[in-house]
Nanobody, 123 residues
Framework: QVQLSESGGGLAQAGGSLRLSCVAS????????MCWFGQAPGKQRDFVAA???????YYEDCVKGRFTTSGDNAKNTLYLQINRLKPEDKAVYYC?????????????????WGQGPQVTVSP
């Protein structure tokens, strides 16, 4: 089993930055593909970003250039850096892990989920 514990959400001003962290425990971090999904108010949960064990990163088009995801294997932690925040970035952000090193944008293929901290952006 893998447990994912997230932190770093909260209220920030538009134009500012936030960093979300997701700490994985229970098994070797490097053996899983991990990614971030976001769920804006009233909308479905969608893929946001992912980083593979092979060094590649993937982003949903509307966050490219502002969101950066990275992993620290030594700390078993996945990060999501959000820069130049916009009000439309308001969402609950979930980290997820799957029993494979291959990244997919399909949330149904992820086996483990964090609790999803809320990010709110003030104008």
């Amino acid at each position: 089993q893998v447990q994912l514990s997230e932190s770093g959400g909260g209220l920030a001003q538009a134009g500012g930055s936030l960093r979300l962290s997701c700490v994985a425990s229970g098994r070797t971090f490097s053996g899983y593909a991990m990614c971030w999904f976001g769920q804006a108010p009233g909308k479905q949960r969608d893929f946001v970003a992912a980083t593979s064990r092979f060094g590649s990163s993937y982003y949903e088009d509307c966050v490219k250039g502002r969101f950066t995801t990275s992993g620290d294997n030594a700390k078993n932690t996945l990060y999501l850096q959000i820069n130049r925040l916009k009000p439309e970035d308001k969402a609950v952000y979930y980290c997820a892990a799957r029993n494979s090193v291959l990244v997919t944008t399909s949330q149904t293929r992820y086996n483990y989920w964090g609790q999803g901290p809320q990010v709110t952006v003030s104008p």
